[in-house]
């Protein structure tokens, strides 16, 4: 069980410092945004199916399992649907990306709304 655990907590580590490296590298904000939301919700994914298998399996605590799955669903929801609507707002009121892109369905959507 504990070499599950530490896997998972592993997987979840690897994904943190994979958005660390991006968030460091990525040449614009948009990019940036996408590798932080891949450490709030990919990293901590990880950390939380450790945490269950940690608590069902090691303590063999229920209640505590429950809070941690309470912890991961609203986490994987929450993350991904901020993200997006900080990205949304600042692609409306900010810099457009950098160039070349192949497709900008979004500016389309923009324009349409304006006119």
Do not use: W
Not at 16 to 43: E, H, K, W, Y
Not at 63 to 73: D, L, N, S, T, Y
Not at 77 to 97: D, E, V
């Amino acid at each position: 069980m504990r070499i599950a655990v530490d896997v998972f907590i592993v997987i979840g580590l690897f994904f943190a410092l994979a958005g660390t490296v991006g968030v460091i590298r990525m040449p614009d904000f948009f990019c940036r945004m996408q590798s932080s939301t891949n450490i709030a919700t990919l990293g901590v994914l990880g950390v939380v199916i450790g945490g269950l298998i940690y608590a069902i399996g090691v303590l063999g605590d229920g209640g505590m399992a429950v809070k941690i799955a309470i912890i991961g669903i609203f986490n994987i929801l929450a993350n991904p649907i901020a993200s997006h609507a900080l990205m949304k707002g600042a692609y409306a009121h900010m810099k457009k990306p950098v160039d070349g892109l192949v497709t900008d369905q979004l500016g389309e959507d923009l324009v349409e709304e304006d006119e």
